[in-house]
């Protein structure tokens, strides 16, 4: 079955650095666009960044431009979010989710992992 597994969440000063996995399982990884999403407290889904499946083509949300990188290594089947400079208001908890054929609604989750920015 198709599972996506985030880590590499935790607690960073402002200004500080992470960088987030999602080990991908039970399908063809380097078949599918992938996308991360967040969640901060108390508001709702805020889609962060996708990838297309060869890599070569990525978007961002206007509030991670210039701070945020998104990439994929299809041979380890793992997608990675570099994030740079981050800010309080990047708090939140960051799920990587699977970009079903043709687009629209994302049909597999991972079960989310908590980035707190906080000094």
């Known amino acids: 079955q198709v599972q996506l597994v985030e880590s590499g969440g935790g607690l960073v000063q402002p200004g500080g650095s992470l960088r987030l996995s999602c080990a991908a399982a039970g399908f063809t990884f380097s078949s599918y666009a992938m996308s991360w999403v967040r969640q901060a407290p108390g508001k709702g889904l805020e889609w962060v960044s996708s990838i297309n499946s060869g890599g070569g083509v990525a978007g961002y949300a206007d509030s991670v431009k210039g701070r945020f990188t998104v990439s994929r290594d299809n041979a380890k089947n793992t997608l990675y979010l570099q994030m740079n400079s981050l800010k309080p208001e990047d708090t939140a908890v960051y799920y990587c989710?699977?970009?079903?054929?043709?687009?629209?609604?994302?049909?597999?989750w991972g079960q989310g992992t908590q980035v707190t920015v906080s000094s």
């Open positions: 989710a699977k970009v079903p054929t043709g687009g629209g609604a994302y049909d597999y």
